[in-house]
């Protein structure tokens, strides 16, 4: 009968707990590397986006998520309105300003 069934045979208990933490150690390197790589420069990226929206104000130029230069007219506590060109002023959330641009990069006569 042994053709059907392989005989189980006992292994040595002192072997497991060095087999276990070299089965664990791959995915705590992994969780390491995706850490510093992945989800680190997010989350200072985020702050960095956060305490930039909270420092805009007026007369400030700025691009949005939508790729719309212009300069911030008025601002408030979630809504900025943009002038994006002579009397033409859009309505933006607060948080779509991506990014600050230099003084003078908007050419809007």
């Known amino acids: 009968m042994d053709f ?3 005989p189980a045979w006992a292994q040595a208990a002192g072997g497991s707990s060095a087999s276990t ?19 680190r420069p997010q989350t ?11 420092k805009l104000s007026a007369g400030d130029e700025v691009v949005t998520t939508g790729g719309i230069l212009g300069r ?6 979630s809504f900025v309105t ?6 033409v002023t859009i309505r933006v959330q607060r948080h779509q300003v991506t990014q600050l641009m230099p003084k003078g990069t908007f050419k809007g006569t």
Do not use: T
């Not at 933490?21 to 995706?34: D, E, G, K, S, T």
């Not at 943009?82 to 009397?87: F, G, I, T």
């Open 4 to 6: 059907f069934i392989s």
């Open 21 to 39: 933490w070299m089965n664990i150690l791959p995915l705590v390197l992994i969780f390491v590397v995706f850490y510093f790589l992945l989800i």
């Open 44 to 54: 200072k990226r985020a702050k960095e986006h956060r305490e930039m929206v909270a």
């Open 72 to 77: 911030i007219a008025e601002i408030d506590e």
């Open 82 to 87: 943009l002038e994006v060109a002579p009397k």
